[in-house]
């Protein structure tokens, strides 16, 4: 998920992910989530690692959805794009 959208100051945002990351913790199927900033163009945005499509389709609720643009202060929409990971590399 990410958004170019939003005209709240860098600051603010950056702070918003520490105020809300609670809203992921626990989410069922939600294997982790890394929050992006990209200073130069001031996008921002998520990378979510869920189980399986259904448990991220589950998690992503119209109101859930309401929520994170209002919070954000995101004009339009945000773009959710859906990717398969054929394999991953993990440092562990």
């Known amino acids: 998920c990410s958004s170019d959208l939003t005209r709240m100051p860098p600051g603010r945002v950056l702070a918003l992910y520490a ?30 690692l869920w189980e ?8 992503w609720t119209p109101d859930r959805l309401a929520d994170f643009k209002a919070a954000y202060a995101i004009e339009g ?11 991953a590399i993990d440092r562990k």
């Open 52 to 59: 399986t499509k259904a448990a991220m389709e589950t998690f």
């Open 19 to 48: 105020e809300r990351a609670g809203n992921y913790r626990g989410a069922p199927g939600l294997t982790s989530k890394y929050y992006l900033h990209d200073p130069a163009s001031g996008a921002f945005g998520g990378v979510y």
């Open 77 to 87: 929409e945000p773009r959710i794009e859906d990717f398969e990971v054929p394999q």
